[in-house]
């Protein structure tokens, strides 16, 4: 799942390194809503050096979302 372009614009304007806290304090100043605020709310609690490692880890995170989510396939 591809990133909002508001969230992306935020991760690229963003100082790191950075904590989930720091991310979801400056996300709420800068105007971010629903899906793009859970998602960084998703992120582990830890420092991120880059937005890339960002985007990684909620891709990561929705790709797993995806597979659990999905059918078993019979035998």
């Known amino acids: 799942m591809s990133l909002s372009p508001e969230l992306d614009r935020f991760l690229l304007q963003m100082e790191y390194p950075a904590t989930r806290d ?30 890339w490692r960002i985007r990684y880890r909620i891709a990561r995170g929705s790709l797993a979302d995806t597979l659990a989510t999905r059918e078993p396939i019979p035998a």
Not at 23 to 32: S, V
Not at 42 to 49: G, I, W, Y
Request: no cysteine; glycine share 6%; proline share 3%.
């Open 22 to 51: 720091d991310l979801l304090r400056e996300a709420r100043r800068d105007g971010l809503r629903g899906e793009d605020l859970a998602r960084l709310a998703d992120l582990p609690d830890q420092s991120f050096s880059a937005a």
